[in-house]
């Protein structure tokens, strides 16, 4: 099993990663022996000219950061601590092994420089090769070393609606760049994050008074529409910091943090108001894989207090309905659609189809989610767990950014952000000393 590969300098030797480990092969496959295991993911390998070292991408919990291992398997640290917070994309060595060429996000995504010999000498720190608007990642340097390829990427989506005469997605709102809208109750606004920058914004249904409620570096995802109309819940995080619960009044104003960790270092996410306005429940981050220790979370929005909901441990993703009566959520066996009972606190899977993106009616009766395998809409009666299939997804090609959102308008379209950018091979001309 691998997920990456590359070819020692001397094509004599393959090395490649699989989850936590980077292994190492003659290059008939024969004489496999482990060079290094870590917490985390290894991804991208890239080994250098002399074929001392190998650099790598460690995806670890809520950091992406560059490492280095000697081609022994001994001494694997991390490299550039004072840009462990940014996410990056593994890099390649130029053939004369002086520079290390990676790409690296900050508030682009952006091709940078290093010397090898940085610790050594003393040089300069990584320098920007690139800058934004399009992402530059993936790089190779040619053989002479004068020249960098690069996958660039220009991320834009579209607000598409899905229409059931026509079995075709149509712009929907002016074809806005925006994704995870949410109606007021008077059905008269909306809210969503804007698409790929992810910051909260409302606006009147007719796309006039926009305002914007939150600004980058903070990410945001999931704004929701409190029941009276005056706040909005989102969940977020600055780059590389686990993700907590905001609200921000729909008016503007200052952005208040409701948690502080309480689902667990993997972040606080995917809040869902209670009926009455006066709560909030919110789960942990997906990514973590302890889900059998997760539980929902229940936050009272004036006090602060926080409390665990019973019976409700491996749930999340939560999704309080509009009568007040059910939590609906995803579990274990994993992205499993679950109904809560809020009052009894008992708990019923009600499909054993998986789920995303789950969505109640407004009439609280029906829950609606997609099924990621299949690229299905379907909703489930919550009567008698009876399922539909209403529509097929195949046809639409998701905005990268947009982690497969699927929505729902007040009048029950779906509602989804379409793939409208481009991603191209480019060659960066360079000269070093």
Same mark, same amino acid.
């Given at each position: +099993?691998?997920?990456?590969?590359? !070819?020692?300098? @001397?094509?004599?030797?393959?090395?490649?990663?699989?989850?936590?480990?980077?292994?190492?092969?003659?290059?008939?496959?024969?004489?496999?022996?482990?060079?290094?295991?870590? @917490?985390?993911?290894?991804?991208?390998?890239?080994?250098?000219?002399?074929?001392?070292?190998?650099?790598?991408?460690?995806?670890?919990?809520?950091?992406?950061?560059? !490492?280095?291992?000697?081609?022994?398997?001994?001494?694997?640290?991390?490299?550039?601590?004072?840009?462990?917070?940014?996410?990056?994309?593994? %890099?390649?060595?130029?053939?004369?092994? @002086?520079?290390?060429?990676?790409?690296?996000?900050?508030?682009?995504?952006?091709?940078?420089?290093?010397?090898?010999?940085?610790?050594?000498?003393?040089?300069?720190?990584?320098?920007?090769?690139?800058?934004?608007?399009? +992402? &530059?990642?993936?790089?190779?340097?040619?053989?002479?070393?004068?020249?960098?390829?690069?996958?660039?990427?220009?991320?834009?989506?579209?607000?598409?609606?899905?229409?059931?005469?026509?079995?075709? !997605?149509?712009?929907?709102?002016?074809?806005?760049?925006?994704?995870?809208?949410?109606?007021?109750?008077?059905?008269?606004?909306?809210?969503?994050?804007?698409?790929?920058?992810?910051?909260?914004?409302?606006?009147?249904?007719?796309?006039?008074?926009?305002?914007?409620?939150?600004?980058?570096?903070?990410?945001?995802?999931?704004?929701?529409?409190?029941?009276?109309?005056?706040?909005?819940?989102?969940?977020?995080?600055?780059?590389?910091?686990?993700?907590?619960?905001?609200?921000?009044?729909?008016?503007?104003?200052?952005?208040?943090?409701?948690?502080?960790?309480?689902? %667990?270092?993997?972040?606080?996410?995917? *809040?869902?108001?209670?009926?009455?306005?006066?709560?909030?429940?919110?789960? &942990?981050?997906?990514?973590?894989?302890?889900?059998?220790?997760?539980?929902?979370?229940?936050?009272?929005? @004036?006090? %602060?207090?926080?409390?665990?909901?019973?019976?409700?441990?491996?749930?999340?993703?939560?999704?309080?309905?509009?009568?007040?009566?059910?939590?609906? &959520?995803?579990?274990?066996?994993?992205?499993?659609?679950?109904?809560?009972?809020?009052?009894?606190?008992?708990?019923?899977?009600?499909? *054993?189809?998986?789920?995303? !993106?789950?969505?109640?009616?407004?009439?609280?009766?029906?829950?609606?989610?997609?099924?990621? *395998?299949?690229?299905?809409?379907?909703?489930?009666?919550?009567?008698?767990?009876?399922?539909?299939?209403?529509?097929?997804?195949?046809?639409?090609? +998701?905005?990268?950014?947009?982690?497969?959102?699927? %929505?729902?308008?007040?009048?029950?379209?779906?509602?989804?952000?379409?793939?409208?950018?481009?991603?191209?091979?480019? *060659?960066?001309?360079?000269?070093?000393?």
């Amino acid at each position: +099993m691998a997920a990456d590969a590359r !070819w020692s300098p @001397k094509g004599d030797e393959i090395l490649c990663s699989n989850g936590p480990e980077m292994w190492i092969a003659r290059n008939d496959g024969s004489e496999s022996r482990k060079l290094v295991t870590l @917490k985390g993911i290894l991804q991208l390998p890239a080994w250098s000219p002399d074929g001392r070292s190998i650099r790598f991408t460690l995806l670890a919990k809520n950091s992406t950061a560059l !490492w280095e291992v000697a081609a022994d398997g001994s001494r694997p640290h991390a490299l550039y601590p004072d840009l462990a917070d940014h996410p990056n994309a593994g %890099g390649v060595w130029t053939p004369d092994g @002086k520079y290390f060429v990676f790409s690296l996000e900050q508030a682009t995504r952006d091709l940078w420089a290093a010397r090898q010999d940085r610790f050594a000498t003393g040089a300069p720190g990584p320098v920007r090769l690139t800058t934004g608007p399009m +992402m &530059a990642y993936h790089p190779e340097v040619s053989p002479d070393g004068h020249r960098i390829f690069f996958l660039g990427g220009l991320d834009h989506g579209e607000l598409v609606r899905y229409d059931r005469r026509s079995d075709q !997605w149509v712009p929907y709102l002016g074809g806005l760049e925006a994704l995870e809208l949410d109606y007021s109750r008077d059905g008269k606004w909306v809210t969503y994050t804007s698409y790929p920058e992810g910051s909260v914004w409302r606006s009147a249904l007719d796309g006039s008074e926009r305002l914007q409620l939150t600004a980058p570096p903070l990410h945001a995802m999931n704004p929701r529409w409190s029941p009276d109309g005056k706040q909005i819940t989102f969940y977020g995080g600055l780059p590389g910091k686990p993700d907590r619960v905001y609200v921000v009044p729909a008016t503007g104003g200052a952005v208040r943090q409701l948690t502080h960790g309480e689902s %667990g270092p993997s972040g606080d996410v995917d *809040a869902s108001w209670s009926p009455d306005g006066a709560a909030l429940v919110f789960a &942990a981050q997906s990514a973590d894989q302890r889900r059998d220790r997760w539980a929902l979370e229940v936050i009272d929005v @004036k006090t %602060g207090r926080i409390s665990k909901l019973p019976e409700s441990q491996g749930l999340w993703s939560p999704r309080w309905s509009p009568d007040g009566r059910h939590i609906a &959520a995803l579990g274990s066996p994993i992205f499993k659609l679950w109904l809560y009972n809020v009052e009894t606190h008992a708990r019923t899977e009600l499909t *054993a189809i998986g789920a995303g !993106w789950p969505s109640w009616s407004r009439d609280s009766q029906y829950i609606y989610f997609e099924n990621n *395998a299949t690229t299905v809409w379907y909703r489930v009666r919550i009567k008698d767990n009876k399922v539909e299939r209403l529509a097929s997804l195949s046809g639409l090609k +998701m905005a990268a950014s947009s982690l497969g959102w699927i %929505g729902l308008t007040p009048d029950g379209s779906l509602i989804a952000t379409r793939d409208v950018g481009s991603t191209e091979i480019y *060659a960066l001309d360079w000269e070093t000393q």
